[in-house]
Antibody, heavy 122, light 114 residues
Framework: QVQLVESGGGVVQPGRSLRLSCAASGYTFSTYAMHWVRQAPGKGLEWVAV????????YYVDSVKGRFTISRDNSKNTLYLQMNSLRAEDTAVYYCARAKVEVVVIGPIDSWGQGTVVTVSS | DIVMTQSPDSLAVSLGERATINCKSSQSVLYSSTNKNYLAWYQQKPGQPPKLLIYWASTRDSGVPDRFSGSGSGTDFTLTISSLQAEDVAVYYC??????????FGQGTKLEIK
């Protein structure tokens, strides 16, 4: 079955960087778009970024554009989120998630990891 | 950007009764060339990641009980639980995937037992 395991979260000072990873297994990683979705403490879900199956297309929510970079290594079945210039408002649980439909970027999300916690605080 | 607004913010329903959650988008999510509504519903239980319940506004995902149903088109959508079970206590979110970025979510509706 599909398994997504995030890592790399932690406590970081404002302005610093962090890189999240998501190890995928149980399916053909290279044929599905992948998302990052976050959830601030006690708040709702916020979609952050998506990358196409081949890594050629990437989209971001406005609040992270220019600071976050989504990438993938299909040879390692791994998704990444490089987060620079972190702010207090980036504090959240970050979920790695898989698109339901192969190849296409546009579509629902059908598999989620358990999340990794990022805390931005001085 | 498309803004998704859910109502109510919270809801208490007796076991075995019907629960109805609404979701309104700021613009239509019906894609004319496919005649599909680009709208999904998710369930999130405490301490867990979200789970896909419904996509294309009315298609149940694999393994989702048939007491869950989705309806609506264009800008107005509804998630209905026909007979509430104790395990349905959760927060429910709608999401549009018509316009990416972003794949915006509604603010969530907390469902409790009365």
């Amino acid at each position: 079955q599909v398994q997504l395991v995030e890592s790399g979260g932690g406590v970081v000072q404002p302005g610093r960087s962090l890189r999240l990873s998501c190890a995928a297994s149980g399916y053909t990683f290279s044929t599905y778009a992948m998302h990052w979705v976050r959830q601030a403490p006690g708040k709702g879900l916020e979609w952050v970024a998506v990358i196409s199956y081949d890594g050629n297309n990437k989209y971001y929510v406005d609040s992270v554009k220019g600071r976050f970079t989504i990438s993938r290594d299909n040879s390692k079945n791994t998704l990444y989120l490089q987060m620079n210039s972190l702010r207090a408002e980036d504090t959240a649980v970050y979920y790695c998630a898989r698109a339901k439909v192969e190849v296409v970027v546009i579509g629902p999300i059908d598999s989620w990891g358990q999340g990794t916690v990022v805390t931005v605080s001085s | 950007d498309i803004v998704m607004t859910q109502s109510p913010d919270s809801l208490a329903v007796s076991l075995g009764e019907r629960a109805t959650i609404n979701c309104k988008s700021s613009q239509s999510v019906l894609y004319s060339s496919t005649n599909k509504n680009y709208l999904a519903w998710y369930q999130q239980k405490p301490g867990q990641p979200p789970k896909l319940l419904i996509y294309w506004a009315s298609t149940r995902d694999s393994g989702v009980p048939d007491r869950f149903s989705g309806s609506g088109s264009g800008t107005d959508f509804t998630l209905t639980i026909s007979s509430l079970q104790a395990e349905d206590v959760a927060v429910y979110y709608c999401q549009q995937y018509y316009s990416v970025p972003p794949g915006s979510f509604g603010q969530g509706t907390k469902l409790e037992i009365k």
